[in-house]
């Protein structure tokens, strides 16, 4: 089991900047892919991007905007968010999965609890 942990969401403007951290716990050894997903009030959870094998794969929403990365070390991944878009006010979570998988969340075995962000215009 991998325990995933989310941190870094907020308020911030449209145009602003801000980075989410997913911090792994336990079988992290185990972890292939790292996705990010998130969910707004009323709609289906959404891919926003995954790290597998060293490469990373972005939503055509984010792409460009929004930069994954991951740090060994200290068994975390980050989504740096830049020229947010009140379209991207939602609740983030990060995921695990232990072989390259794809876009669905139904791939991805392990979730953190999501934290919020909040893009005002």
């Known amino acids: 089991q991998v325990q995933l942990v989310e941190s870094g969401g907020g308020l911030v403007q449209a145009g602003g900047s801000l980075r989410l951290s997913c911090a792994a716990s336990g079988r992290t050894f185990s972890i292939y892919t790292m996705g990010w997903f998130r969910q707004a009030p009323g709609k289906e959870r959404e891919f926003v991007g995954r790290w597998s094998g060293g490469s990373t794969y972005y939503a055509d929403s984010v792409k460009g905007r929004f930069t994954i990365s991951r740090d060994n070390a200290k068994n975390t991944v980050y989504l740096q968010m830049n020229s947010l878009k009140p379209e991207d006010t939602a609740v983030y979570y990060c995921?695990?999965?232990?072989?390259?998988?794809?876009?669905?969340?139904?791939?991805?075995?392990?979730w953190g609890q999501g934290t919020q962000v909040t893009v005002s215009s």
């Open positions: 995921a695990a999965a232990f072989q390259r998988v794809g876009v669905r969340p139904t791939d991805y075995v392990n």
